[in-house]
């Protein structure tokens, strides 16, 4: 069988053999000279072909089958069963929501990352057990993981990690783990991280844009308290600690409410599209100027809110997404932040 001609095993290397086969198969599919619905030896003749111990071929087996690359028929034998193995790079993405922004991430990598690539995208909606699922099903099946770590309390709030969902994340080994979005995940594992800073980087954003914010009487932060997809409370804590050391006055709200009282000299800062939407409509129905008597600065970027004149505080979510891939493509390892930019424009 082809199996034989192709199988690299090194008694020197410090690799164990059981896993010197599991990356042989894979890399062998990957180049082609094993293909879909080949069949593959026994583990009995395999582990007399290259008089290896039966329990350490067995043990490969298992993991090619867990990891769905190869299966077993009854009376038949072994086969090759996985056609994305044909790609190079298999990546699980998991992200905590389907907002634009995730999107553009994930939009941005699996361009980034190329043709030769899977990347399969699972949702868990913040939720710690439907996470801890996807984790457990999908266990030792992918090259890299790539985990946005943002989950909600019982009385929904925002919390980066959880005991239970650390102590999982933790059992990834660390050269397949990469840890997007929020560096505050506390894994002892996650040596690649690629991440946004969301209490400095507002702080930082609004001292950019300080000059014409200081013309403003008041800044008032929508903030959802309690929301199914909550948000960091650092963007909270980062604008309170702008606001003092700039003697601002403040106020933080947690949504848009209708009919709002408006007051010339007020600034909002929006989190959700929502709350700009309604803020924008009223601002209009009430004839304020937009960008004079009242101001609004929103949260991430979008080519409409370009097309809209609003000016946004916002991460380089394109940038995420490319810098990710490259640093699986090139087996790169380590933490960057990615730039969080003030852009004015007309609305302040």
């Given at each position: 069988?082809?199996?034989?001609?192709?199988?690299?095993?090194?008694?020197?290397s410090r690799i164990p053999?059981?896993?010197?086969?599991?990356?042989?198969?894979?890399?062998?599919?990957?180049?082609?000279?094993?293909?879909?619905?080949?069949?593959?030896?026994?583990?009995?003749?395999?582990?007399?072909?290259?008089?290896?111990?039966?329990?350490?071929?067995?043990?490969?087996?298992?993991?090619?089958?867990?990891?769905?690359?190869?299966?077993?028929?009854?009376?038949?034998?072994?086969?090759?069963?996985?056609?994305?193995?044909?790609?190079?790079?298999?990546?699980?993405?998991?992200?905590?929501?389907?907002?634009?922004?995730?999107?553009?991430?994930?939009?941005?990598?699996?361009?980034?990352?190329?043709?030769?690539?899977?990347?399969?995208?699972?949702?868990?909606?913040?939720?710690?057990?439907?996470?801890?699922?996807?984790?457990?099903?999908?266990?030792?099946?992918?090259?890299?993981?790539?985990?946005?770590?943002?989950?909600?309390?019982?009385?929904?709030?925002?919390?980066?990690?959880?005991?239970?969902?650390?102590?999982?994340?933790?059992?990834?080994?660390?050269?397949?783990?990469?840890?997007?979005?929020?560096?505050?995940?506390?894994?002892?594992?996650?040596?690649?991280?690629?991440?946004?800073?969301?209490?400095?980087?507002?702080?930082?954003?609004?001292?950019?844009?300080?000059?014409?914010?200081?013309?403003?009487?008041?800044?008032?932060?929508?903030?959802?308290?309690?929301?199914?997809?909550?948000?960091?409370?650092?963007?909270?804590?980062?604008?309170?600690?702008?606001?003092?050391?700039?003697?601002?006055?403040?106020?933080?709200?947690?949504?848009?409410?209708?009919?709002?009282?408006?007051?010339?000299?007020?600034?909002?800062?929006?989190?959700?599209?929502?709350?700009?939407?309604?803020?924008?409509?009223?601002?209009?129905?009430?004839?304020?100027?937009?960008?004079?008597?009242?101001?609004?600065?929103?949260y991430n970027d979008t080519?409409?809110?370009?097309?809209l004149g609003i000016t946004?505080?916002?991460?380089?979510?394109?940038?995420?997404?490319?810098?990710?891939?490259?640093?699986?493509?090139?087996?790169?390892?380590?933490?960057?932040?990615?730039?969080?930019?003030?852009?004015?424009?007309?609305?302040?």
């Amino acid at each position: 069988m082809e199996l034989y001609k192709h199988l690299n095993i090194n008694e020197n290397s410090r690799i164990p053999t059981y896993q010197q086969i599991v990356d042989s198969v894979v890399y062998n599919i990957t180049t082609e000279n094993l293909k879909f619905n080949q069949r593959i030896p026994s583990i009995n003749r395999l582990s007399e072909e290259f008089s290896l111990s039966r329990d350490t071929v067995e043990k490969a087996y298992n993991i090619l089958k867990k990891r769905e690359i190869i299966t077993s028929i009854c009376g038949k034998g072994y086969y090759i069963s996985n056609e994305k193995l044909l790609s190079k790079v298999n990546v699980l993405f998991l992200v905590n929501k389907l907002s634009r922004y995730k999107m553009e991430i994930y939009s941005s990598f699996i361009n980034s990352l190329g043709p030769n690539s899977n990347v399969d995208l699972r949702v868990y909606h913040c939720d710690e057990s439907l996470f801890l699922n996807l984790l457990e099903k999908n266990e030792k099946k992918y090259d890299y993981y790539v985990i946005m770590p943002h989950f909600k309390t019982e009385d929904y709030k925002h919390t980066s990690t959880t005991k239970t969902v650390t102590k999982a994340i933790d059992k990834i080994p660390k050269e397949k783990l990469v840890i997007l979005d929020n560096k505050k995940s506390a894994t002892k594992n996650s040596i690649t991280t690629i991440y946004e800073d969301y209490e400095k980087d507002i702080y930082n954003a609004l001292k950019k844009g300080l000059d014409k914010i200081s013309k403003y009487k008041k800044l008032i932060l929508i903030y959802p308290e309690k929301t199914i997809y909550p948000y960091p409370k650092r963007i909270k804590n980062g604008f309170t600690n702008f606001c003092k050391d700039h003697n601002l006055a403040f106020d933080i709200l947690d949504k848009v409410y209708n009919d709002m009282v408006l007051i010339k000299g007020d600034l909002f800062i929006t989190i959700e599209e929502d709350d700009l939407v309604n803020l924008i409509d009223q601002i209009r129905d009430k004839e304020f100027a937009l960008g004079k008597e009242i101001g609004v600065i929103s949260y991430n970027d979008t080519p409409l809110k370009e097309l809209l004149g609003i000016t946004v505080i916002s991460t380089d979510f394109k940038m995420m997404g490319e810098i990710t891939s490259q640093m699986i493509l090139n087996k790169e390892k380590g933490n960057i932040k990615i730039p969080f930019k003030f852009i004015n424009r007309d609305s302040i």
